[in-house]
């Protein structure tokens, strides 16, 4: 970790360009401009007003995302997927009633989630459709897949599934799947949970690995351009695959974990190694980088999953 921060971090992500991932409206506004796809926003919530007002201002919708603009590692969000008489269901089948919501809402105006406790806004976006591919290795909310970029090339990938013990969320730390994802190919690997190597998803028992994920180098594409627009050299970014948009970005991290060499099952540091090496060219074009870059990595027993050692 500390190496990770001394090497990686400090050195290729200015400060002054940490607002552009820690703030998720910046971060759609970033990605719209370069015409990448992202959730679409239904209402942003800056005053306890606006919290009073919410039931006007859902009006009778049924499905919804509500997230912190300032959180980070999933706290705070709050998946709705269906009304009740006084209120809503979330993903993972708990009811939540107009004043449970309210009150959610002014915790994350608050602060309660934010980077530093500081005032936030909520933001509510429509809740993307789940992609069919992964739904056999999935229980109750949305997988999303995480890649690594590095000097505007992926370096690293993985997809984390959620589970019963997870409560349907993506988050590795309450019980999700991570699965790694070779990157020259888009297929998973295989898989861990709670730091066990798992070849089966705990709760549907199919295997993990062997699944190509659908749109891979659309998705590899716009991590790169993502990136580059960021102007961040080292950044994780989140994606969902909607079953019908495609690729769409979550959110991107300026301090992504290391999780990611777990569920691939390998360190992260030979492939950035690997980047900074004149073993691989420089590349700065999108194609270039997601396209004969995973070629040539994958010619020099750099990526693929089998020889990365």
Known sequence: MNQRNASYILPHNPRQYFARVDDKLLTKQICEQAGIPVPHTLAVLERQGD???????????????????????????????????????????????????????????????????RPDRAVIEERLTRHGALAHVTVGGTPDIRVVVYRNVPAMAMVRLPTVASRGRANLHQGAVAAGIDLSSGRTTGGVCRSRIVDTHPDTHQPIAGIVIPGWQELLAASVRLATRLELGYVGIDFVLDENRGPIVLEANARPGLAIQIANRRGLLHRLRAIDSDALPRLFSVSEATGSARHRWRDRHVLGHASAR
Not at 86 to 115: C, F, K, N, P, V
């Open 51 to 117: 919290v009073r007002r919410i039931a006007g201002i859902l009006g009778d919708r049924a499905e919804f995302v509500v997230k912190p603009t300032q959180g980070s590692g999933g706290r705070g969000i709050l998946v709705i997927a269906g009304r009740t008489a006084g209120g809503w269901i979330t993903s993972a089948g708990e009811e939540i009633r107009q004043a449970d919501m309210q009150y959610h809402l002014s915790a994350i105006l608050a602060g309660l989630y934010s980077l530093g406790g």
